[in-house]
């Protein structure tokens, strides 16, 4: 299958869903500010981060979401107003394998079950533009982070040691997870 980069950035919208309006946007410059906004600096969420958003980390972040060809990323709103955003990260068209991250909710968003509906839309535009493996790299500490990805079906792979420095000084040991085409198709109704 040849994949299609085109269909990959393309929004996504999901009208179904109880829990309002959810759709996703190609991140463009007209989201920074909305984005920067609803990264509060006093998130206790930023330690485990591999960026803190909230700080002078957030523009260089923007920005390479913006300017690098092996990402693509979007803003997440609900009913009409920005709630989060969630990327497709280390893009490699040829080899049909990316990694889903970056994924950032606003700090009234967390537990409400907007970011179980938005995994399973991006999972399924992943798969759909003709990518075989889609690839998750959690922080060890993330608990949360790690439960739902298990949830979505994704297979522990292992641990990568020491694998990055995030902006915290952290040495970070990163939980690899993936999900592949034919399980993902296993699991729809």
């Given at each position: 299958?040849?994949?299609?980069?085109?269909?990959?950035?393309?929004?996504?919208?999901?009208?179904?869903?109880?829990?309002?309006?959810?759709?996703?946007?190609?991140?463009?410059?007209?989201?920074?500010?909305?984005?920067?906004?609803?990264?509060?600096?006093?998130?206790?969420v930023w330690p485990i981060y591999p960026v803190?958003?909230?700080?002078?980390?957030?523009?260089?972040?923007?920005?390479?979401?913006?300017?690098?060809?092996?990402?693509?990323?979007?803003?997440?709103?609900?009913?009409?107003?920005?709630?989060?955003?969630t990327s497709f990260l280390n893009i490699v068209?040829?080899?049909?394998?990316?990694?889903?991250?970056?994924?950032?909710?606003?700090?009234?968003?967390?537990?409400?079950?907007?970011?179980?509906?938005?995994?399973?839309?991006?999972?399924?535009?992943?798969?759909?533009?003709?990518?075989?493996?889609?690839?998750?790299?959690?922080?060890?500490?993330?608990?949360?982070?790690?439960?739902?990805?298990?949830?979505?079906?994704?297979?522990?792979?292992?641990?990568?040691?020491?694998?990055?420095?995030?902006?915290?000084?952290?040495?970070?040991?990163?939980?690899?997870?993936?999900?592949?085409?034919?399980?993902?198709?296993?699991?729809?109704?």
């Amino acid at each position: 299958m040849i994949v299609d980069l085109a269909l990959l950035g393309q929004p996504l919208r999901d009208h179904e869903w109880d829990g309002g309006l959810v759709d996703l946007e190609p991140l463009s410059e007209d989201y920074r500010e909305p984005l920067r906004a609803i990264c509060p600096p006093d998130d206790p969420v930023w330690p485990i981060y591999p960026v803190d958003l909230s700080g002078p980390g957030f523009d260089p972040y923007f920005d390479s979401l913006l300017g690098d060809p092996a990402r693509r990323g979007f803003v997440i709103l609900r009913d009409g107003r920005v709630a989060g955003t969630t990327s497709f990260l280390n893009i490699v068209a040829g080899k049909q394998t990316l990694e889903l991250g970056g994924t950032f909710m606003a700090q009234a968003e967390r537990g409400s079950g907007l970011n179980t509906r938005v995994k399973p839309l991006v999972l399924g535009r992943a798969f759909a533009a003709g990518f075989r493996r889609v690839e998750f790299r959690v922080d060890e500490r993330n608990e949360r982070s790690q439960a739902a990805v298990r949830k979505l079906g994704a297979v522990r792979e292992g641990v990568l040691r020491a694998e990055r420095v995030t902006w915290t000084g952290h040495l970070r040991n990163t939980v690899m997870f993936s999900i592949l085409a034919e399980e993902w198709a296993a699991r729809q109704p």
